[in-house]
């Protein structure tokens, strides 16, 4: 009979500490020594988010944590996903739905509700695999925050989790976050934790010694290793905050691919399939200046399309995209890039913010509403003729959006979509424009796809490229096994697993 284990939580001293990345290790370590492990964060606050089998939405962080548990997604392992619309804020997913738009004092009237839904999730996940590997979120001791949480140590306590505490070392004070939060913490919580990591290590581990036995003599808890800063292993990102900080640009390939950061930008992890080939130099556009020499613009998704293009806007960038489009540059626009592409945006009810209504891009002949259900599907398509980087058989991908786009004048659909959750249908999707230099589609996940990604390639000049990638699943999968052989390495894992009674 299956030995099912007391769950494992990571918790951070702030945020961007690098607990997804401990969290997606720790379940390929443990899945290859054949035990039967899930992810789960109570509540996840990020931009980027996928779509179960059953059309249920829930963070990117924890989908890629399935992968690494060898599991299909769910959303019992994410129930509550805020997606923000301002810096005020909030889409409220709860169970992989919309729940609502709420400002911070609203959403935390909802709390009772909330830990049902999250302990009802929990246990449903716990009861069907031996080991949950859970996440915290930001800092485990933000004190104005503490009596609301529902996602770190109290959780912690509700779950009877071991847990360990991630610290940044790059980001300087490692000393000052580990013992200022180890100080901050109860003695009822500071019992739960069974160590510290030290994270993002640079240079010989000797050097630290003295670091971890002073953290530990102060601490009272063990250091259980450094994991060094890594850029042998290519992982998505969970948020916004590596765009901040300059990291998500890769490369120097034959292809020039521009992405823009859109306000509000989601699902950017669109690209992450172009990051790993080597043909491709991938660079994030915040100025005209920046578009020189691009072969491909790539405009991704956002939370808040009218407050993108005012973005566009005040940046010089709108009438760049024009110009840059006038004088032969490609661009390619997923869901809300799609969206700005068109001729109007529109959202009378206020969906994404106060109602408004703006003229987009203009590049595609098409109009955006925005309505009051949101679609989440995964879908299989087939490329149309028109499509100008169209390949024979299926491609796959998944829709987040509110709005409904409609063609204006001479409709040129780019795919046909065939399945949605795995029922048949036909219905057109996607605009190409009239020339075949601007594509528009709500498809995420396109680029995933191995053969269309290297026709957009060769559309974006990359004709007779030979790409580097033909098996992006497979990159991906070999990517968590080079994590789980670092953390393996560089971490004292023993003692972490205890067996329920």
């Given at each position: 009979?299956?030995?099912?284990?007391?769950?494992?939580?990571?918790?951070?001293t702030?945020?961007?500490?690098?607990?997804?990345?401990?969290?997606?290790?720790?379940c390929?370590?443990?899945?290859?020594?054949?035990?039967?492990?899930a992810?789960?964060?109570?509540?996840?606050?990020?931009?980027?988010?996928?779509?179960?089998?059953?059309?249920?939405?829930?963070?990117?962080?924890?989908?890629?944590?399935?992968?690494?548990?060898?599991?299909?997604?769910?959303?019992?392992?994410?129930?509550?996903?805020?997606?923000?619309?301002?810096?005020?804020?909030?889409?409220?997913?709860?169970?992989?739905?919309?729940?609502?738009?709420?400002?911070?004092?609203?959403?935390?009237?909802?709390?009772?509700?909330?830990?049902?839904?999250?302990?009802?999730?929990?246990?449903?996940?716990?009861?069907?695999?031996?080991?949950?590997?859970?996440?915290?979120?930001?800092?485990?001791?933000?004190?104005?925050?503490?009596?609301?949480?529902?996602?770190?140590?109290?959780?912690?306590?509700?779950?009877?989790?071991?847990?360990?505490?991630?610290?940044?070392?790059?980001?300087?004070?490692?000393?000052?976050?580990?013992?200022?939060?180890?100080?901050?913490?109860?003695?009822?919580?500071?019992?739960?934790?069974?160590?510290?990591?030290?994270?993002?290590?640079?240079?010989?581990?000797?050097?630290?010694?003295?670091?971890?036995?002073?953290?530990?003599?102060?601490?009272?808890?063990?250091?259980?290793?450094?994991?060094?800063?890594?850029?042998?292993?290519?992982?998505?990102?969970?948020?916004?905050?590596?765009?901040?900080?300059?990291q998500?640009?890769?490369?120097?390939?034959?292809?020039?691919?521009?992405?823009?950061?859109?306000s509000?930008?989601?699902?950017?992890?669109?690209?992450?399939?172009?990051?790993?080939?080597?043909?491709?130099?991938?660079?994030?556009?915040?100025?005209?200046?920046?578009?020189?020499?691009?072969?491909?613009?790539?405009?991704?998704?956002?939370?808040?399309?009218?407050?993108?293009?005012?973005?566009?806007?005040r940046?010089g960038?709108?009438?760049?995209?024009?110009?840059?489009?006038?004088?032969?540059?490609?661009?390619?626009?997923?869901?809300?890039?799609?969206?700005l592409?068109?001729?109007?945006?529109?959202?009378?009810?206020?969906?994404?913010?106060?109602?408004?209504?703006?003229?987009?891009?203009?590049?595609?002949?098409?109009?955006?509403?925005?309505?009051?259900?949101?679609?989440?599907?995964?879908?299989?398509?087939?490329?149309?003729?028109?499509?100008?980087?169209?390949?024979?058989?299926?491609?796959?991908?998944?829709?987040?959006?509110?709005?409904?786009?409609?063609?204006?004048?001479?409709d040129?659909?780019?795919?046909?979509?065939?399945?949605?959750?795995?029922?048949?249908?036909?219905?057109?999707?996607?605009?190409?424009?009239?020339?075949?230099?601007?594509?528009?589609?709500?498809?995420?996940?396109?680029?995933?796809?191995?053969?269309?990604?290297a026709?957009?390639?060769?559309?974006?000049?990359?004709?007779g490229?030979?790409?580097?990638?033909?098996?992006?699943?497979?990159?991906?999968?070999?990517?968590?096994?080079?994590?789980?052989?670092?953390?393996?390495?560089?971490?004292n894992?023993?003692?972490?697993?205890?067996?329920?009674?």
């Amino acid at each position: 009979m299956p030995v099912n284990y007391r769950p494992i939580m990571v918790v951070g001293t702030g945020s961007h500490v690098g607990k997804s990345v401990l969290v997606t290790g720790l379940c390929r370590v443990f899945r290859r020594r054949g035990i039967d492990v899930a992810p789960f964060k109570a509540q996840n606050m990020a931009l980027n988010s996928g779509i179960t089998p059953q059309g249920g939405e829930m963070g990117r962080a924890q989908i890629t944590q399935a992968e690494a548990a060898g599991l299909e997604p769910h959303v019992d392992m994410n129930p509550i996903l805020l997606k923000p619309t301002s810096d005020l804020g909030s889409q409220v997913i709860v169970g992989g739905r919309v729940l609502g738009n709420y400002r911070g004092r609203d959403y935390y009237a909802l709390k009772p509700r909330l830990v049902r839904g999250v302990m009802a999730a929990y246990r449903r996940l716990a009861g069907a695999h031996q080991l949950v590997i859970m996440e915290g979120a930001g800092s485990c001791a933000e004190m104005n925050l503490k009596r609301h949480d529902l996602v770190n140590l109290s959780m912690a306590r509700r779950a009877g989790a071991k847990v360990l505490l991630a610290a940044d070392i790059d980001a300087g004070g490692v000393f000052a976050q580990v013992l200022g939060t180890l100080n901050l913490l109860t003695p009822a919580e500071r019992r739960l934790l069974a160590g510290v990591v030290i994270n993002k290590f640079r240079g010989d581990p000797e050097l630290f010694s003295e670091g971890m036995a002073y953290i530990e003599r102060k601490g009272g808890k063990p250091v259980l290793g450094l994991v060094p800063m890594f850029g042998h292993i290519t992982l998505p990102q969970e948020d916004g905050v590596v765009l901040e900080r300059g990291q998500a640009a890769a490369g120097e390939g034959r292809v020039r691919v521009g992405v823009v950061r859109l306000s509000r930008i989601s699902n950017f992890t669109d690209a992450d399939a172009l990051v790993a080939e080597t043909g491709v130099s991938l660079s994030w556009v915040e100025g005209p200046e920046q578009l020189a020499g691009l072969d491909l613009l790539l405009l991704p998704g956002t939370k808040n399309t009218l407050a993108a293009l005012a973005g566009l806007h005040r940046s010089g960038l709108f009438q760049a995209i024009q110009a840059f489009h006038r004088l032969g540059g490609r661009v390619l626009g997923l869901c809300g890039g799609y969206q700005l592409l068109g001729r109007t945006i529109a959202d009378p009810l206020g969906v994404e913010g106060p109602p408004a209504q703006a003229e987009g891009l203009g590049l595609l002949p098409v109009a955006t509403v925005m309505a009051g259900e949101k679609t989440t599907t995964r879908v299989e398509a087939r490329c149309l003729p028109g499509l100008p980087f169209a390949v024979a058989g299926p491609v796959h991908g998944y829709e987040i959006h509110m709005g409904q786009t409609q063609a204006q004048g001479q409709d040129r659909p780019a795919l046909r979509l065939v399945k949605r959750l795995g029922r048949p249908l036909d219905l057109a999707e996607g605009q190409v424009s009239p020339e075949g230099r601007v594509v528009g589609t709500y498809l995420h996940g396109l680029l995933d796809n191995d053969s269309l990604r290297a026709a957009v390639l060769a559309w974006a000049g990359g004709a007779g490229l030979t790409p580097s990638l033909n098996d992006y699943a497979g990159f991906k999968d070999t990517q968590y096994d080079l994590l789980a052989d670092l953390l393996e390495k560089r971490l004292n894992l023993e003692g972490l697993l205890e067996p329920l009674p």
